[in-house]
């Protein structure tokens, strides 16, 4: 049985910088695409940052607009686990947010899709205020 697991939540100010984790058991994606996702009150869920695998050891990764420069997706293949680093947070970061993993070999654009992922981790919240 697949599981995902985040960790890393939390409150933190403006400006701030958090890491979230996601621990994955039960098979490994490292040749699947891997991405984080934040959901808010009332609105559909968001890809902030996604990953594929493109061959040998490299990943094509894609931020959203939104936190580009200040996002950065990591991961550990030996270890299983997809990572969130968050710099620079802004009142507007705040969210659940969730790691997701695809069955599927996904091309550029399906990647930002919510539907394409089949693998959801239970969500961590991050707040971001003074």
């Known amino acids: 049985q697949v599981q995902l697991v985040e960790s890393g939540g939390g409150l933190v100010q403006p400006g701030g910088s958090l890491s979230l984790s996601c621990a994955v058991t039960g098979r490994s994606f490292s040749n699947y695409p891997m991405a984080w996702f934040r959901q808010v009150p009332g609105k559909e869920r968001e890809c902030v940052v996604t990953s594929r695998w493109i061959g040998g050891s490299a990943y094509q990764k894609l931020s959203a607009n939104s936190v580009k420069g200040r996002f950065t997706i990591s991961r550990d293949s030996a270890k299983n686990t997809v990572s969130l680093q968050m710099n620079n947070l802004r009142p507007e970061d705040t969210a659940v947010y969730y790691c997701?993993?695809?069955?599927?070999?996904?091309?550029?654009?399906?990647?930002?899709?919510?539907?394409?992922?089949?693998?959801w981790g239970q969500g961590t919240q991050v707040t971001v205020s003074s």
């Open positions: 997701a993993a695809s069955d599927l070999r996904l091309t550029t654009g399906a990647m930002w899709n919510a539907a394409n992922y089949e693998h």
